[in-house]
């Protein structure tokens, strides 16, 4: 049974951020405007759109976007009539300048990410969001690489700057049930905002997370359409919906555009298809972030190691968001014992 809440359960859709990784960041504008107008058409509450690694993430550490962000927030603002458009910040990567970009443009929501143990340098974006006018959220990433205690600590200094939701985020897609479960609970005691939850299907538990996230009260929900994101994707949103659905939950999205689209619409423009392979398998496995296969692979290929070597090393070494040239080191250290 899903927890009652004073909150309707609000999905952001994630296709065309989470996914930008799975497409090295080569979106088109007019994929862009597709996939929003049929996503908005369905009643899509939220949609998120920018770089894979947020705002300013077009670079040559992370990947150069085809097109520049900021034409494609345009782009997918003039396509909605009901849903909103949502971006993603990392503190470091992205800035209050391209946040304020963003808003002038049209977008409605931030999530502002960081580490799981490094909330501190989300305050001044937080801070500036609400004073844009903006939805302000707080992104708690690799949330299962620290203390349930310490995920409390840094949601609560999320809460104080001014978040008004704060995600337990599986960025490695390493959570089992009972660690989401653990975590959402925690956070639901202790905050007065709401809790959202973002799952990564790497151990194929994407949608079981995130049904138990709802069942403890997390009331913002992330997806993916045809599980387009990072790693082995994320949380399918037609499943999610169906799986809702036959719970008899109405989130007001329409389940069979839902399903044409993500067949009509997004699988044409997907360059690979997010599933669970031994690069996946791997990274939730390692508990590496979900962003570090493409990266992996294109090292292991460099050097000629295997990828899944590179992954558990990073694993081992606790890397986080943020550290891709890590993974070149890795992989060269790796060559040097063989």
Known sequence: MLRNSDKPVRITEVCLRDGSHAVAHQFTVEQVRSVTRALDDAGMHYIEVSHGDGLGGSTLQYGRSLVDEMKLIEAAVDECKQSAVAVLLIPGIGTVHEL????SLGAQL??????VTEADVSAQHLYAARELGMEALGFLMMAHSAPVEVLVEQAQKMESYGAQAVYVTDSAGAMLPEQVRERVKALRSSLSCEIGFHAHNNLSLAVSNTLVAMEEGATRIDGSVRCLGAGAGNTQTEALIAVLQRMGVDLGIDLYKMMDLAESVVAPVMH?????NKGSLAMGYAGVYS??????EKAGK????DPRDILL???RRKAVGGQEDMIVD???SLRTRL
Not at 110 to 115: D, E, M
Request: aromatic share 6%; hydrophobic share 50%.
């Open 100 to 103: 304020k970009q963003a808003r």
């Open 291 to 296: 962003s570090f296969l493409l990266h992996a």
């Open 302 to 305: 460099r050097f000629g190691v």
């Open 110 to 115: 931030v999530r502002v990410a960081t580490h």
């Open 272 to 276: 690979r298809v997010p599933e669970i």
């Open 330 to 332: 890795v992989a060269a």
């Open 313 to 315: 090393e990073l694993g």
